[in-house]
Each structure stands twice: as C-alpha cells, then as structure tokens.
C-alpha cells in the first residue's frame, strides 16, 4: 500500500468512506432501501449486502468504530470572510465557501411579503464563491462579485459546476467550471413565488449524476422542487416541514435526506431516480435533533450541524444503516454552524459559521484497530 492509502486507512472509517473505499457501510444502506422497495414491491428478499448474513439480520456499528471529526485548529486564520452561509466540496476535494461580505441578514432584511428590502444599495461588492486550499486554508480563487444580495446554499456537481441559492433574489444559479459566470437561472430576479417558476427564499440544491436537480424551497413554501439540468420543472414534493433548509443526496441508494430545521428533525425520502414510483416516499426520520441547519452525507453516515436554540449547537453523526440513530457528537467549539460539507474521500468535514465569520476544518479520526482495516470481500448489488 502506498502511504497516502496507507495514511487514509487509518483515518477514515466504514462510515465516513466514499463507496470506493466503503463497501459494507454503503451496501447496508442500500439494502435499508432495497427492504423497502421489497415489501413495497412484493419481490423476495435477497441479498443482504454482506456475505453470510442473512438478509433479515442488522448489525450495529460499534461507537469504536466510528470516525470522530477532530478541530484542526488556525486552519482558516488568515481567511477573511463575511456570514459564511454554505460550503461545498469540488471535485478536487477542497472546499468551496459561499459568504455574504458586507451583507448582513437580519430581522429587518425582508418585508412580510418576503420581499428583499434593500435593493437599492445593489449587490455585494465582494466574491462571494472562494474556492479555499484544503491544505493552507487560503483563497485560491474567487467568483460572484457584484451578483448577489443574500448568498444561502451551494453545492458543486460531479463536473464541478456551482450551484448556489440567493433568498434575497429568489434564485437558484449554476456556474459551469472555469466560469465567472452562470449558465443558468431559475427563477424571477426578487420576486417570491410558489408556482412552478418561482421561489420563495431558497435554501439549498442537491444534483443528481443523471440531471436530475433538487431545491430546497425552503424558507416560506416548505417544498423540495425538481428540475432537468436545463432548469425545466418536473415535479416537486411537499413535506410537512417547517423550515426546508439542507439537503443531501444519496444517489446510489436513490435516497434525498432532507433537513427541517425548526422542526428539529432530518426525513430521508425517496428521490425517484431509479424508482420513480417512490419519489418522496418516507423512507426514514430522524427526530430530536435540534436546530438542524446542514447536512451532509458520506457512506452511511449523515452529518448534521445544529444551532442555537433548545439545545447548544453542536456536530452530529447519524447512522442510516441504525435507522438515522445518533453515533457520535462533535464539535463541541461551534458557535453558530449553518452548513456542512465532507470531503470526496471521506476524511474531511467542514462547518461554515454565521457570527464567527468562519470556515472550521476537521479530521475525521478513527482508532487504528477500526472496522475499515478488517477483512471483508466486498460485493456488489
């Protein structure tokens, strides 16, 4: 094994690995997923995912086992930032941040209509979209000046496209990579909506390897829409949320997770790729969570990142494969998370922070003697 394999091997664990390292976390969950379409379906239950294990068996993953995101701490010093509302990871594994500069969402920000109230003083001056070395900490490049009033989500797709979600435009954009500007808009420039052409405050986007793009609408019409890669609409799922503010895809498990933040609770549904039939369908809820307002997943964990409210904020790992059961707590410094990312290969969390102005880095660490050194044929479904 060559020491970067080596090195990962040590640190990543069943739960945080990406399928290409994780075959037994991810094979579970997919199964989670495939017990259901056979009940659903009324076909016979097979394959379990793991040799010898029969298909009606559960296994719990020992807390030993499961990675612990560890603070690397002064990371980010020389990182300048506004409200950091979203990051992301592209597909050179470093972290891509989407701030708010000079902006400031506070209670006077929008009208009762929803309506943006501070139009005239024009866009933030400022990148918004900074692409941040995941080994320095430092700016490698920066995009969105003079575009945005109120930056919320962002996500990067497997081509390394940028989506991000404006609440004060009301939009949804996408930069294609290498570029400064987008491709594409949804929505009316500072019109809120509940039609098929309108958003109202838009929180955050999933996309799909197939086209298929997900928004988190979010703040008033507690919706998740889906559009083609074009931005037509083709459908979209109601939910009885509060507050629609996160997403996270699990695309081989045809599996949307999505995050209700006053509702303090995260719902994995259905998202209808491979079986159209069941999109939106309740596959799962994680409930008691707190304040949740990020997500992120990676194998069979989810992670969530809480804020202030009942409960302090705080990092969560939840176990799919144990029905979204809380594994670990982390983060015991944050003061205020609005959204978290994982690294391609499983070995990086990232936290984005309202009120400190920060972009928090963490190793995920596990004891040398984890699940992810022992022997184990992996098999495919």
Sequence with gaps: LSPKTQMYRFVCTVLFCTAKYSYAGVLDFAQIVQDYENEILGRAVGFSGRPGIDSQESESVPASDVGRPEEVHFWDADLKLGQVS?????????????????????????????????????????????????????????????????????????????????????????FPWNSTKPALVIGEKFVPGSDQDHFCKPTAVAVSKSGNVYVADGYCNKRVVVFDFKGRYLTEIQGDWNVVHSLALFQEEDTLCVADREGGRVDCIGAGLNHPQFLGTKILEADNLGRVYGIAGRGSALLAVTGQGLNKPDGLTLDLVENGKVVDSWGKELKNPHDVAVSREGDTVYVAEIGPNRLRKFEVVAPEDNIFDHEYAAVYV
């Design 86 to 174: 979203g990051v992301a990871i592209n597909i050179f594994d470093d972290p891509v941040v989407f701030h708010r500069g000079s902006a400031l969402w506070d209670k006077n920000s929008f009208l009762p209509n929803n309506i943006f109230k501070n139009q005239d003083k024009g866009p933030i001056a400022e990148n918004t979209i900074l692409t941040v070395d995941q080994f320095t900490g430092k700016v490698k490049s920066g995009l969105g000046g003079g575009m945005f009033y109120m930056p919320h989500g962002i996500t990067v797709d497997h081509e390394n496209n940028i989506w991000v979600t404006d609440t004060a435009l009301h939009q949804v954009m996408m």
